[in-house]
């Protein structure tokens, strides 16, 4: 299986967050994801989403998901450097704490137009979509 990518721009309003879990939970389940690891592609693209919303307020979240044979991995944003400082801290540490649970790698990258959030997760057995 080749590479596939997925680009989301949602409003940045927790009313999507339901449109983003479940459209990033879709993606991970036609790449042949179990039930535990598209449950935990679900959690962390809605924590992510909500993490976004509650930095930017207002505005688009943009998320790429790319698709590979060893499992999914969701960038979300940039999200502005100057959203920072009107953020909910509690509200972001919560998330952070989620998204390192559920993740196989989560890391805050710093990019010309803010930050980026990365996760990956990956598939236990890569191969099992192939052999069904």
Known sequence: ?????????????????????????????RLGMNYDEVDDVRMAAEEAFVYACNRLREGEVTLRVELEPQGVTLVVGPIPRDAEQESDRSAEQYATFILQSVCD??????????????????MTDPGASDRA
């Open 1 to 29: 299986m080749r590479s596939d990518r997925v680009t989301l721009s949602v409003p940045a309003k927790g009313e999507f967050a339901k449109t983003v879990r479940m459209t990033v939970a879709e993606l991970a389940s």
């Open 105 to 122: 790698e989560f890391v805050m990258e710093s990019v010309d137009a803010g930050i980026e959030l990365r996760l990956v997760k990956r």
